[in-house]
Nanobody, 115 residues
């Protein structure tokens, strides 16, 4: 059974930074794309960033240049580094992996950016 566990969220002031972690068990993060999504109150879930199995990264325009993704093979984990955070980044952040034809999601971690 695949399990994804996010951590690292919290409350930060505008302009601050956070690093979110997504630790996987039951799957291998390097073999698939890993996505980070977020959902703000009253809004639909939004795809924020992707790291492909080959290591290529993509970001939604609103976070381009501020967010980055890295992977740790030994920890089977993916990290979302978020810099220069803005109030509009406030949301629950989820990591997602498609493994053997099924989508798996973590429980989410709350990020709150105060102005």
């Amino acid at each position: 059974q695949v399990r994804l566990v996010e951590s690292g969220g919290g409350l930060v002031q505008e302009g601050g930074s956070l690093r979110l972690s997504c630790a996987a068990s039951g799957s291998i993060i390097y073999l698939t794309d890993i996505n980070w999504h977020r959902q703000a109150p009253g809004k639909e879930r939004e795809l924020v960033a992707t790291v492909s199995s080959g290591g290529q990264t993509q970001f939604v325009g609103s976070v381009e240049g501020r967010f980055s993704i890295s992977r740790d093979r030994a920890r089977n984990s993916v990290y979302l580094q978020m810099n220069n955070l803005k109030p509009e980044d406030t949301a629950v952040y989820y990591c997602n992996q498609r493994w053997k034809g099924r989508d798996f999601w973590g429980q989410g971690t709350q990020v709150t950016v105060s102005s």
